[in-house]
Structures are given as structure tokens and as C-alpha cells.
């Protein structure tokens, strides 16, 4: 027999639309590095959950808060926040560093972790004004911020649901040139993306522009009936683990690695 519902726990979904209370240390942090950053003038936007919860309204709890900036920004960031007593790691030169205090942390990003979207110029002059923790910041527009779910889609972690309610909650109205040209040669990540948004919320399917779909539709049939015996295969871009085989016993091209290395040489990080 069923419980009755007064005796049933309740716990809220890994999203919802009620703020999340966060330990107080963890929001402390979050704040000093964000104050820290707009006195220096360091050209920043946040990503992440609170850049979700801007424009879909969704709030999930988090353990971190994501900046965005560019390379070029970086090490001036890094070297701020030492200044403030913070620690500062680079975990992964490619795309990632930390700022600790205690168990906290807070995640400076300059791109994607398969290198194949990098934090330009552009991203943070397009990015909008928020408060972010009670601090008068900047967070990522939509049409970055989509983009940069774009390759989320591992076993363990999926963001198209997150692209399906950037999608549903600005009733698509967004730069959708913008987000095509930041897409470039990845247009059928972004297909995917839309076709999963359309299977979603099919009475929303004119959210999504006619024209964007007739022009992604059409140059995926093109390669359909005219494919590349040589193109090259890029599993290990989307998830280097669950294609690992593919790579590393079936001899197929590692371009995960070829898109790491380049992006190295064009920052000259490479510790």
C-alpha cells in the first residue's frame, strides 16, 4: 500500500525553479573572486548554472561558479586572485584552472575541454548585465552559452536538455546567425541539438527559425548522398572515453588530440 502523501519525503529535482541556499562559505568565495575580477577590470562572464538560471530560469544547485574569460586574460586573472590570498591551480592548460579556498572553488574557463570552442573577444562584449550572488556582473549571453553545450554529452553528463531550455525559454529569440557562425564547421552538433529540441516541444518547433532549418536539413542530406570516404572520425571530440576504443585499438584518428595541441600552440600554454 502506497504511503500517504504527507509521509512521503519530498526533494527537489536536480533542476527547479526554487534558488538554491549554498553553504556560506562557498557563496563568500564566489563573491571575493567575482569583486576581485570587477576591480581589476578583468573582461569576464559568468557561465555555468547562474547564466542558466538567467535565461531559462531553471536553478540547480552547483559546487562552483564558472567564469569565462579569454587566454589573453588569463594569467592577469590568476595573477589577481593570488594577490587576494586565493590558490590557484591551472588543472588543464587547454581550457581550465581553479580558485581554491578550503573546499570551494570557483572554475575560470577560457573554452571547451575538446578545444573546439575558445573564449574570444566576442563572447564577453556580447555577454549581458546580471547580479550574480548579490554582485553586479556580466553573464554569457544565450547564444554562447548554447554553444558551449554544444559537445556536452558524455555518459555521465548531458546538457542537450539545458540547449532544449535556452531554446523553450527565450521562445527563440535569439541571434541565431550568431550562434551558427560560432558552430562553424560543427553545424551537426547543433542539428542534433535542434532535432532533440523539436522532438522535446513540438508544438515550439517555429522557435527554431524555418530558414535554419532548411538550411541545416539541406546541407545534412548533401552529406548523406554525397559522403566523404575520407572524412575523418571524431568520436573522441564528443567523449574520448566511451570512443576510446575506436581510437586506441581500431587505429582511427585521435582529432581530440590534434585539437588540444593546436589550440596549445596558438596560447603557448603548455604546463
Same mark, same amino acid.
Given at each position: ?15 527547479? $525553479? ?97 578545444? #573546439?570552442? $575558445?573564449?574570444?573577444? $566576442? ?76 522532438? #522535446? ?45 575506436? #581510437? ?16 596549445? $600552440? ?6
Amino acid at each position: 500500500m502506497a504511503e500517504p502523501a504527507d509521509k512521503i519525503p519530498v526533494t527537489l529535482p536536480v533542476t527547479s $525553479s526554487v534558488p538554491a541556499e549554498l553553504p556560506e562559505e562557498q557563496e563568500a568565495l564566489a563573491r571575493e573572486v567575482l569583486v576581485a575580477l570587477e576591480r581589476q577590470r578583468i573582461p569576464h562572464a559568468v557561465a555555468g548554472a547562474y547564466a542558466l538560471l538567467e535565461h531559462t530560469g531553471i536553478c540547480r544547485t552547483t559546487k562552483d561558479l564558472d567564469v569565462f574569460l579569454t587566454s589573453e586574460n588569463w594569467s592577469p586573472a590568476l595573477k589577481c586572485l593570488q594577490q587576494h590570498g586565493f590558490q590557484c591551480e591551472v588543472c588543464d592548460p587547454v581550457w581550465l584552472a581553479k580558485v581554491h579556498r578550503d573546499n570551494y572553488f570557483v572554475d575560470l574557463i577560457t573554452g571547451m575541454s575538446n578545444a #573546439v570552442f $575558445s573564449v574570444d573577444d $566576442s563572447w564577453i562584449r556580447n555577454s549581458q548585465p546580471a547580479s550574480v550572488l548579490g554582485i553586479q556582473t556580466r553573464v554569457l549571453a544565450p547564444e554562447e552559452l548554447l554553444v558551449s553545450k554544444l559537445f556536452v554529452s558524455r555518459r555521465e553528463r548531458f546538457d542537450g536538455a539545458d540547449i532544449a531550455h535556452i531554446i523553450y525559454g527565450t521562445a527563440g529569440k535569439l541571434d541565431w546567425g550568431r550562434i551558427l557562425h560560432l558552430a562553424g564547421e560543427h553545424w551537426e552538433m547543433l542539428l542534433w541539438a535542434l532535432v532533440l529540441f523539436r522532438y #522535446v516541444y513540438p508544438a515550439q518547433t517555429h522557435f527554431v527559425p524555418v530558414v535554419l532549418w532548411q538550411d541545416l536539413l539541406g546541407r545534412f542530406l548533401k552529406l548523406v548522398l554525397q559522403p566523404d570516404g575520407k572524412g575523418k572520425f571524431r568520436g573522441s571530440l564528443i567523449d574520448d572515453n566511451m570512443f576510446a576504443i575506436d #581510437v586506441k585499438e581500431w587505429g582511427l584518428d585521435d582529432v581530440l588530440e590534434e585539437y588540444r595541441s593546436r589550440r596549445l $600552440s596558438r596560447t603557448g600554454n603548455t604546463t
